[in-house]
């Protein structure tokens, strides 16, 4: 059975895709405190030396506006290259900015960001590698990388695989639903395991701090409360929660 991921033609390219209002563009709240909670930790009060925070793929703002009432006094500034996602982030948001990981590059001078957001952005990259680099540049040494991504191998996953299922999270096609649980089409390129991301990001030049787990917004009201209990393992939670520091 195919749900159709939008409304009119098919998109040409992911830039057509991700330029689609109907396309989401914000991910779940308790993710997104979870991670504001891990960042005001590692930055600590503003009034000690007040710091910039890049929130790069920002989405619709969703992420950087319920960070920033943890985070007073930092300036929390939103990127994306989608102009549509811009629009929406400005309504949440102070600060938000056109600027794309590749091609040019962020419009940021290297080493001129204390913190960088990076939430649910990496599983849509094609080069992640050059994703990684451009934030590297940008950050001052010490600074920091909380970046949030799905578990490939989250709980309910590990369960569907065995059963001859299609991931959730994983998809074949920008047009529709093909095998897995779900209805919408997000747009996911590449997934991680908990082992995957840890030694991704080490190996593009950061040192791994912690990682945690995340509920998953879109799990059935009935199993929310299992989905729960299993961020205590983040091997096996919905949503992983890295942080890092560039060495």
């Known amino acids: 059975m195919t749900t159709p991921a939008t409304t009119g033609p098919p998109p040409r390219d992911l830039r057509d895709f991700y330029e689609n209002p109907d396309v989401p563009v914000a991910s779940g709240t308790p993710r997104s405190l979870r991670q504001a909670r891990m960042l005001a930790r590692a930055l600590g009060p503003a009034a000690q030396a007040p710091r910039t925070v ?16 943890l985070l ?12 549509d ?27 001129s960001a204390d913190a960088v957001l990076f939430s649910e952005v990496i599983e849509h990259l094609v080069d992640p590698d ?26 309910y996953n590990r369960g569907l695989l065995l059963a001859g299922v299609q991931p959730v999270f994983s998809e074949v096609s920008l047009r529709g639903i093909h095998g897995r649980p779900g209805k919408e089409v997000v747009g996911h390129l590449r997934l991680y395991t908990a082992r995957a991301l840890r030694e991704f990001v080490a190996a593009s030049g ?4 912690r990682l945690e787990g995340a509920p998953f917004h879109g799990v059935p009201r009935p199993l929310r409360p299992l989905d729960r209990l299993a961020c205590a393992r983040p091997q096996l939670a919905s949503i992983l929660l890295l942080h890092a520091r560039r060495t």
Not at 72 to 83: A, N, T, Y
């Open 130 to 155: 050059a994703a990684l680099d451009e934030i590297r540049r940008i950050l001052r040494p010490g600074g920091h990388l909380m970046l949030s991504t799905p578990n490939l191998a989250a709980w």
């Open 206 to 209: 950061f040192t791994v701090v």
């Open 72 to 83: 007073p006094g930092h300036r929390v500034i939103g990127v994306d290259w989608s102009q």
């Open 54 to 69: 890049l929130d790069i793929g920002c989405g619709d703002g969703t992420a950087a506006a319920t960070a920033a009432p």
């Open 85 to 111: 996602a811009l629009r929406r982030a400005r309504t949440r948001i102070p600060y938000a900015v056109r600027g794309e990981l590749t091609g040019g590059g962020l419009p940021f001078a290297s080493g």
